[in-house]
């Protein structure tokens, strides 16, 4: 078992509830990652709507993050509102308790199916950006020791940045609004469909190659899995082309070892822009 694998670990349902616990080591700040917290809501919908004897993988959700998730215990409440011969509809709320009351953390609504029978044949797809492999792109284990250290979910991730969309690391973002890179566990996790949903907000935000360094609040999230990725490292290309006020829209692709796109998402995020554009 994988450290990812121990906190996407869910009990059986009882009384229409499952539930699981989140660790430390998923922490961005003092904040857990909410990509974690949407392969949790994922893989409960899926369970779900399984019982029931159909499908099985959540290919499409969206999310609304309500408050930040801590460390500890976690409950997740399903609803399957349709149940369908190819697809199904299902909803779950993300809750956490505090000081004795349950508060939501993240609603989501998600469609369930079979992911083998969804993915195959390839019609037509986009295709991986070019970069340099792994080897040859920079670690996030470079960044300054008090970022690596506040950021407990870096040492869980190894992130490779192409050096082409890394000068946010020097000061010098580009400005085009594009970051590109590649991601594995450090415990080597073999890629599976369950961790998408969270490899999709597993990245720096795209806001960064802006200028914009600060927090990136998500409010709203909608993902797409697409195939069951190879083993090896997977490949990340994010996107930004609307920056108005306070929102900016951020595109995620993820394509696996053999170049085939495993999933996509569009966020809607808030970012504070700094007051000059890049130089």
Same mark, same amino acid.
């Given at each position: 078992?994988?450290e990812l694998?121990?906190v996407?670990?869910?009990?059986?349902?009882a009384?229409?509830?499952?539930? *699981?616990?989140?660790t430390?080591?998923w922490?961005?700040g003092?904040?857990? $990652?909410?990509g974690?917290?949407?392969?949790? *809501?994922?893989?409960?919908?899926?369970?779900?709507?399984? /019982? *029931?004897g159909?499908?099985?993988?959540?290919?499409?959700?969206s999310a609304?993050?309500?408050?930040?998730?801590?460390?500890g215990p976690?409950?997740?409440?399903?609803?399957?509102?349709?149940?369908g011969? $190819?697809?199904?509809?299902?909803?779950?709320?993300?809750?956490?308790?505090v000081?004795?009351?349950?508060?939501?953390?993240?609603?989501?609504?998600?469609?369930?199916?079979?992911l083998?029978a969804?993915?195959?044949?390839?019609?037509?797809?986009?295709?991986?950006?070019?970069m340099?492999?792994?080897d040859?792109?920079?670690?996030t284990?470079?960044?300054?020791?008090e970022l690596?250290?506040?950021? /407990?979910?870096?040492?869980?991730?190894?992130?490779?940045?192409?050096?082409?969309? /890394?000068?946010?690391?020097m000061? /010098?973002?580009? *400005?085009?609004?594009?970051?590109?890179?590649?991601?594995?566990?450090?415990?080597? =996790?073999?890629p599976d469909?369950?961790?998408?949903?969270f490899?999709?907000?597993?990245?720096?935000?795209?806001?960064?190659?802006?200028?914009?360094?600060?927090?990136?609040p998500?409010?709203?999230f909608?993902? =797409?899995?697409?195939?069951?990725?190879a083993?090896?490292?997977?490949?990340?290309?994010?996107?930004t082309? $609307?920056?108005s006020?306070?929102?900016?829209?951020?595109d995620?692709?993820?394509w696996?070892?053999?170049?085939?796109?495993v999933?996509q998402?569009?966020?809607l995020?808030g970012?504070?822009?700094?007051?000059?554009?890049?130089?």
């Amino acid at each position: 078992m994988s450290e990812l694998s121990d906190v996407l670990a869910l009990s059986d349902p009882a009384d229409g509830v499952t539930r *699981g616990h989140l660790t430390p080591g998923w922490l961005i700040g003092g904040a857990i $990652n909410g990509g974690i917290l949407m392969a949790l *809501g994922a893989k409960a919908m899926a369970q779900a709507v399984s /019982a *029931g004897g159909g499908q099985r993988d959540v290919v499409a959700f969206s999310a609304y993050f309500l408050s930040a998730g801590e460390p500890g215990p976690v409950e997740l409440r399903p609803d399957v509102l349709r149940v369908g011969r $190819n697809f199904s509809t299902a909803q779950v709320s993300v809750l956490q308790d505090v000081a004795g009351s349950p508060v939501e953390r993240v609603r989501m609504l998600g469609t369930v199916a079979d992911l083998a029978a969804t993915s195959e044949p390839v019609h037509r797809q986009q295709p991986p950006p070019s970069m340099p492999p792994p080897d040859e792109c920079i670690p996030t284990s470079m960044a300054p020791e008090e970022l690596v250290g506040s950021i /407990a979910i870096l040492q869980r991730l190894d992130i490779r940045i192409d050096p082409a969309t /890394a000068g946010f690391g020097m000061g /010098a973002p580009s *400005g085009e609004g594009e970051l590109r890179g590649w991601l594995r566990t450090v415990d080597d =996790h073999v890629p599976d469909a369950a961790m998408l949903p969270f490899v999709l907000d597993a990245f720096p935000p795209v806001s960064f190659d802006l200028g914009a360094m600060g927090w990136a609040p998500t409010i709203e999230f909608s993902g =797409h899995v697409r195939a069951v990725p190879a083993p090896g490292w997977l490949q990340i290309r994010l996107t930004t082309t $609307n920056v108005s006020g306070g929102l900016l829209e951020e595109d995620c692709v993820v394509w696996d070892s053999t170049g085939r796109v495993v999933a996509q998402s569009r966020q809607l995020a808030g970012v504070r822009m700094p007051s000059a554009p890049p130089a």
